[in-house]
């Protein structure tokens, strides 16, 4: 099996790579020309976003109750989660992709999961874990169940925590569905590949990584509005 | 199963080991990258993390810094920066994950200098000590494990992102999956799998090693009480 079957960086042809006037890094031109593919992959990179976000942070809740009711499970579940978060992003989608195809979309939405999941977890548990004693006793005192304590006490007591973990998860999986650019599904990484593979293309590497920028501190500020509208109580206290 | 099976019987070809461009030769080179990236991650971060936690203030900046990092995706740093006139070749790829490094170095040399007990830099001033014997006399012997903790992070972080170097055909470990994915499954699926494990391998090895430096010069009566402080750092970190 060779190595070298993965071409080389293919060789300038037409023009060479170098600062002429011919490949600028910012070109309206190639945007307009472009701007269905464009649409096309920005939509793919909110849509695999939202969605990781939105699995992981079901999964994620759930876990980290568990590992906050039984004591005995938290150290474990922190330290597969630290384990799991050390595997480098492009390992993960090698182990990933033979199992499940290797221009599926449903891999890279695996591997990204993943990796939200850790995130959220560990903010989720040390949201909850800081909910402080006395405020438990009250809920215990006020006739609330398990179940009820969580809900009505604990739950909206670790959201900012639960918020700043999505903040981190949001962010980070944004720049991380460019990976996906290996196997084709990469969203906006797409056109980061594209262009650096078709003659090194400035103007579409730049769009490609303005645009992915642009969408995280996007997705982040909203984030931020959403933690606002949910802890009235906090925003009152500063004010 | 039968993938993963295929990728440890590609492991264990010696000659996939040995060939020219072999898991030999990518292993090298993606601990040089990995060493120059982490040299001049540490150049740039420790001095200005140490200076502004020892002045105690831009916290702004460290918070800044690690915020920009990681919403910048690593592949476009690693496509510009060989267009720029850095040029193409080895210094683009150590200088992009050079970046990658100096948040987690930059973040644990602020946050170790600003917590020594501020009661023992008044008890040194007291004794006389000028501002630059306090720095090198108290607070970085005692910021020492949130140094270490910092260079793990900073290393494994490294590591990883090495692997991505081969989309920009910087070569390292990377390359036996990409080769791979060119491949396609079915001929290289053995490949991309016994990349995939090599990576992984090589990445928790680094954490455990830098994980055992950082026990190492961690003072006996602090390790306790440091391993709640780091994990409450990593996470707003």
Not at chain 1, 125 to 152: E, I, P
Not at chain 2, 10 to 15: A, G, S
Not at chain 2, 126 to 143: A, C, D, I
């Amino acid at each position: 099996m060779s190595f070298l079957s993965r071409a080389p960086a293919p060789l300038p042809l037409a023009a060479p790579a170098g600062d002429g006037p011919g490949n600028p890094w910012f070109s309206w031109q190639y945007v307009q020309d472009n701007a269905d593919t464009i649409m096309t992959k920005l939509g793919f990179h909110i849509g695999i976003t939202l969605e990781t976000v939105v699995i992981a942070l079901l999964v994620a809740v759930p876990l980290a109750v568990l590992a906050y009711w039984i004591r005995p499970l938290t150290g474990p579940i922190l330290a597969l989660s630290g384990v799991l978060y050390t595997i480098p992003s492009l390992a993960l989608l090698a182990l990933l992709a033979p199992l499940l195809g290797a221009t599926n979309r449903v891999t890279v939405l695996i591997a990204l999961v993943l990796y939200a999941l850790l995130l959220l977890v560990r903010n989720a548990l040390t949201g909850l874990t800081q909910v402080s004693a006395d405020v438990k006793d009250a809920a215990a005192g006020m006739g609330y169940g398990r179940f009820g304590r969580l809900w009505h006490v604990e739950l909206p007591l670790a959201l900012p925590g639960i918020v700043t973990g999505l903040r981190l998860a949001t962010v980070s999986t944004v720049a991380l569905v460019t990976i996906g650019a290996i196997i084709g599904q990469g969203g906006l990484g797409d056109l980061i590949m594209g262009g650096f593979w078709n003659n090194f293309y400035k103007a579409e590497i730049l769009t490609g990584t303005v645009l992915c920028v642009g969408l995280a501190l996007v997705l982040d500020l909203a984030l931020v509005g959403l933690g606002r509208v949910l802890t009235p109580w906090s925003r009152r206290r500063t004010s | 199963m039968s993938y993963f099976r295929d990728g440890l019987v590609w492991l264990n070809d010696p000659l996939n080991w040995t060939n020219p461009g072999g898991l030999l030769d990518r292993l090298q080179e993606h601990l040089v990258i990995t060493f120059w990236a982490v040299l001049v991650g540490c150049v740039v971060g420790l001095p200005l993390g140490i200076w502004l936690g020892h002045r105690g203030r831009g916290g702004g900046v460290v918070v800044t810094v690690a915020n920009l990092t990681r919403a910048l995706p690593t592949l476009a740093l690693l496509t510009i920066l060989p267009l720029t006139p850095i040029g193409f070749g080895k210094l683009p790829v150590i200088l992009a994950l050079a970046v990658f490094a100096v948040p987690p170095l930059l973040a644990n040399a602020y946050t170790g200098l600003r917590s020594v007990d501020a009661e023992t830099k008044e008890a040194a001033i007291g004794m006389g000590l000028s501002g630059g014997q306090l720095l090198r006399r108290v607070e970085l012997p005692l910021s020492v494990p949130y140094l270490a903790s910092g260079l793990r992070t900073a290393v494994v972080q490294v590591v990883a992102t090495a692997t991505l170097a081969t989309l920009v055909n910087g070569g390292g470990l990377g390359t036996i999956i990409s080769a791979g994915f060119g491949l396609g499954i079915s001929r290289g699926g053995a490949q991309i799998v016994a990349g995939g494990i090599a990576v992984v391998l090589l990445a928790l090895l680094a954490e455990a090693v830098f994980a055992g430096v950082e026990r190492l010069v961690t003072p006996r009566p602090l390790r306790t009480v440091r391993r709640r402080r780091a994990a409450r750092a990593a996470t707003t970190g």
